[in-house]
């Protein structure tokens, strides 16, 4: 039987047995890509809030707002470091923060807001 227009196709039987036996294989081979790609996946993400060193910051959502998350730093190394916020927003693609230099000694903000339309924030991680 042909997928797309639902009709039979005409001929010997052993041409449909031989493109059902690839078809299958196909669908064996893709499933079991896509499990080896979900197993690797967790392996390979950073953990969730480390903080960049010479940075120390507070992180949260907003107070009245569960789609607005924050990063508060203060830069107690002795270089000048660039941060930003980044929200792991669930449904919606993940969003980043406005990028804040710091001056050894100054604290700054960087807020980041996740689309409505998905489950809100569900962690918030501090980038480099």
């Known amino acids: 039987m042909n997928l797309f227009t639902g009709t039979r196709s005409k ?11 690839a078809l299958l294989a196909l669908a064996a081979a893709s499933t079991t890509a896509a499990l080896a790609i ?26 009245i707002d569960d789609y607005t998350g924050f990063a508060l730093c203060k ?9 930003w916020v980044h929200l792991v927003c669930g449904w919606s693609p993940d969003v ?3 990028h ?13 807001h ?6 809100g924030i569900g962690e918030i991680h501090v980038r480099p």
């Not at 001929?11 to 036996?21: D, E, N, Y």
């Open 11 to 21: 001929g010997s039987t052993a041409k449909g047995k031989r493109s059902r036996s």
């Open 38 to 63: 979900t197993v690797a996946a967790p392996t390979a993400t950073a953990a969730p809030g480390a903080i960049p060193p010479g940075l120390s910051c507070d992180t949260g959502k907003h107070a």
């Open 75 to 83: 830069n107690n190394g002795s270089q000048t470091q660039t941060f």
């Open 96 to 98: 980043d923060g406005n």
């Open 100 to 112: 804040v230099t710091l001056r050894p000694g100054e604290s700054g903000q960087s807020t980041a």
């Open 114 to 119: 996740c689309a409505g339309l998905g489950t």
